[in-house]
Nanobody, 124 residues
Framework: QVQVVESGGGSVRTGGSLRLSCAASARIFGFYSGGWFRQAPGKEREFVARISWTGGTFDYGSSVKDRFTISRDNVTDTVYLDMRSLKPEDTALYYC?????????????????WGQGTQVTVSS
C-alpha cells in the first residue's frame, strides 16, 4: 500500500510564503514523478507543479509559474512545494500525487497515488 502524506498547510496573508511537504513510501518514491494539485470549493482539481523522478525536469501551472517552486529530496523521500507571493486565489486544498515513470500528462488522471490534502488559506 503506497502512502502519500502532505503537511505544511496553513493560513497566511497576501504576499506571504508557505512550504508544503509530501512524504511517500520509500520503496517507490525514487522512481516516481512527484506532483502537486489544488482544488478550491466548487472548482475542478487544478495542476500546480510536477518534478521528474530525477529532479531534472519541471512543469508548472500558468497561474503559479514564477511564484511556486517544486523540489524533491530522494534521500528523505520528500517532495516540496515552496510558495511565495501568495494571493487569495491560491486558497485551496493542496494535494500531493505520484506518477509512475511510464505515464505522461499533467491531468489528475495521469497520476497514480494521492494524499489526503493540506489546506492553504490566503487572506487579503
Amino acid at each position: 500500500q503506497v502512502q502519500v502524506v502532505e503537511s505544511g498547510g496553513g493560513s497566511v496573508r497576501t504576499g506571504g510564503s508557505l512550504r508544503l511537504s509530501c512524504a511517500a513510501s520509500a520503496r517507490i518514491f525514487g522512481f516516481y514523478s512527484g506532483g502537486w494539485f489544488r482544488q478550491a470549493p466548487g472548482k475542478e482539481r487544478e495542476f500546480v507543479a510536477r518534478i521528474s523522478w530525477t529532479g531534472g525536469t519541471f512543469d508548472y501551472g500558468s497561474s503559479v509559474k514564477d511564484r511556486f517552486t517544486i523540489s524533491r529530496d530522494n534521500v528523505t523521500d520528500t517532495v516540496y512545494l515552496d510558495m511565495r507571493s501568495l494571493k487569495p486565489e491560491d486558497t485551496a486544498l493542496y494535494y500531493c500525487a505520484l506518477q509512475r515513470p511510464v505515464r505522461t500528462g499533467l491531468s489528475p488522471s495521469a497520476f497514480d497515488y494521492w494524499g489526503q490534502g493540506t489546506q492553504v488559506t490566503v487572506s487579503s
